[in-house]
């Protein structure tokens, strides 16, 4: 019984998370294919790129609130295990939709909308890190890295140790994702926040 709660926990957070809201809110919107523009990305980021603010807001909000509402959803039928398995599964569906042959987004605001579903505090612990560092180096994806860096360490820190590894595992996988970023970091060739590629 336990293990198909948790089963059903993982199924729900990934279907969640593997909807594309990027895509949906761009294709309502008019714009070119979102996957044919900037980095070919299906996220908050990408979206900015088509000179649409609203739409990247509203991208975001709703990357974010899918990974909450899973999580939340899954904690009150089987508890806080289920949450997190639901905060895993959102986050996977995302980077891996099904839908779109397993080519997602980076993951960072399904990343913030599941740790406010688990553990709000940490939510704003990473939100002022990633502002911070975006208002001094003007890099959305050094922003993601720098918080999600600290975010483990910050939920160990605090007394949360299981959720101090999953979010170890999730900030792996957001590193992995943003591998590209890293090399064009590295080679002083990453765009800027605002910039079009």
């Not at 949450?83 to 399904?110: C, D, E, N, S, Y």
Request: hydrophobic share 55%; proline share 3%.
């Amino acid at each position: 019984m336990l293990i198909g709660i948790y089963i059903a926990a993982l199924l729900l957070g990934y279907l969640f998370g593997s909807i594309p809201f990027g895509l949906i809110l761009t294709k309502i919107a008019g714009t070119e294919d979102l996957r044919s523009i900037g980095s070919g990305n299906i996220g908050a980021t990408n979206v900015l790129r088509t000179g649409r603010k609203g739409l990247a807001a509203a991208t975001l909000l709703l990357d974010a609130l899918k990974g909450t509402a899973a999580v939340i959803i899954a904690s009150s039928f089987g508890g806080a295990e289920a949450a997190m398995l639901a905060a895993l599964g959102a986050f996977l569906g995302h980077l891996f939709p099904v839908w779109l042959k397993f080519k997602g987004g980076k993951g960072v605001a399904v990343y913030i909308g599941v740790l406010i579903g688990l553990f709000w505090p940490g939510a704003i612990v990473f939100c002022l890190l990633w502002l911070a560092t975006a208002v001094t180096a003007r890099y959305s994806s050094l922003s993601a890295l720098v918080a999600a860096f600290i975010t483990p360490i910050f939920l160990w820190w605090f007394g949360h140790p299981a959720l101090a590894s999953l979010f170890a595992v999730l900030t792996l996988l957001l590193f992995w994702m943003h591998r590209e970023n890293i090399k064009r970091l590295q080679a002083g060739t990453e765009s800027k926040i605002g910039e079009k590629k």
